[in-house]
């Protein structure tokens, strides 16, 4: 991992390998951009071709833009973790992170995310197996808590003590999913017990932002997701870079790469999802209105 890193957080239904591609162009001021998350399944073999996909053929066979790229999975006690692991190892992929924070209903019903925060021994094991079938950089991501959060410390000596080389902490529990201002407290409390690298997550907006974490925390990095959407040039900004690539610009290049690969309801679907965090006002709402692709270049 780079010193100082500023990582543009996995999003589901965002961070999909279209997106990410624009956003290492366009942006590389990024130090990391994640995948969103790969669900293991619970039998049979992952198939190779399925994790490059979900990395994006082109960002896969870019070494540089592999790096870049840390590979997000979503474990459950019965997922093919073991196998999994082997075959992100045979891959190459050089930086694997395990999602203990995702909030969505389906996904802790199914055991996995945050619903790990609520059973450290499991969380412990699906480690473990990661952690003897994969070789690279292992992080782990997660909340404060599930309900509450009562295993918080348990949970991060885990993470440290099962070999992890890094910890992510969104300081929000799963009941909390986005809502209030997340306590960058427990932040500073992981950075105080352990030894390995703590990146902070949650509530960054602005480069004020950034600079306030670091020094209320004095947390190794920073994560940013709905901040690094609205503003895509974020990390230029925090940096004093000048990146003249604006949101329109943005938008137009992800129009492009879409365009090729899927039908125009579909892009239209992924484009209005992201104008919810670009835009506000009159312009937003010409945007979210637009019935076409026609009509929303023409908005644009």
């Known amino acids: 991992m780079t010193d100082d890193p500023i990582i543009f957080a996995p999003l589901e239904g965002i961070t999909d390998p279209l997106f990410r591609e624009v956003i290492l162009e366009l942006y590389p001021e990024w130090s990391y951009v994640y995948t969103d998350f790969f669900r293991i399944p619970p039998?049979?073999?992952?198939?190779?071709?399925?994790?490059?996909?979900?990395?994006?053929?082109?960002?896969?066979?870019?070494?540089h833009l592999r790096d870049k790229s840390p590979?997000?999975?979503?474990?459950?006690?019965?997922?093919?973790?073991?196998?999994?692991?082997?075959?992100?190892?045979?891959?190459?992929?050089?930086?694997?992170?395990?999602?203990?924070?995702c909030p969505s209903k389906k996904v802790?019903?199914?055991?996995?995310?945050?619903?790990l925060m609520s059973e450290p021994k499991e969380l412990e094991k699906i480690l473990y197996s990661l952690r003897n079938n994969y070789s690279g950089l292992l992080s782990v991501k997660i909340r404060s808590g599930f309900k509450d959060d009562s295993n918080f410390n348990e949970i991060i000596k885990i993470v440290e003590g099962e070999g992890a080389d890094l910890l992510t902490v969104h300081p929000r529990t799963k009941t909390q999913m986005y809502l209030g201002l997340s306590d960058w407290s427990y932040i500073a409390r992981a950075k105080k017990q352990l030894t390995i690298p703590v990146i902070g997550n949650g509530d960054i907006h602005t480069p004020e932002d950034v600079d306030r974490m670091k020094r209320e925390t004095g947390c190794d990095g920073v994560m940013i997701g709905r901040g690094g959407v609205a503003n895509p040039g974020l990390a230029a900004l925090q940096r004093n870079i000048k990146n003249s690539n604006d949101s329109s610009i943005f938008l137009t290049s992800f129009i492009k790469k879409m365009e090729i690969k899927h039908a125009e309801e579909v892009c239209l679907k992924r484009l209005k999802s992201i104008t919810h965090y670009l835009f506000d006002g009159e312009k937003k709402s010409l945007l979210l209105r637009s019935k076409t692709l026609s009509d929303y270049r023409s908005f644009l």
């Open 71 to 101: 590979f997000q999975v979503l474990a459950s006690p019965t997922s093919q973790t073991a196998q999994c692991g082997e075959v992100l190892e045979e891959l190459q992929i050089p930086w694997v992170d395990l999602n203990v924070g």
């Open 43 to 63: 039998e049979g073999r992952v198939p190779k071709a399925r994790l490059i996909s979900h990395m994006g053929e082109s960002i896969y066979k870019n070494q």
């Open 108 to 115: 802790n019903a199914h055991h996995g995310g945050a619903w």
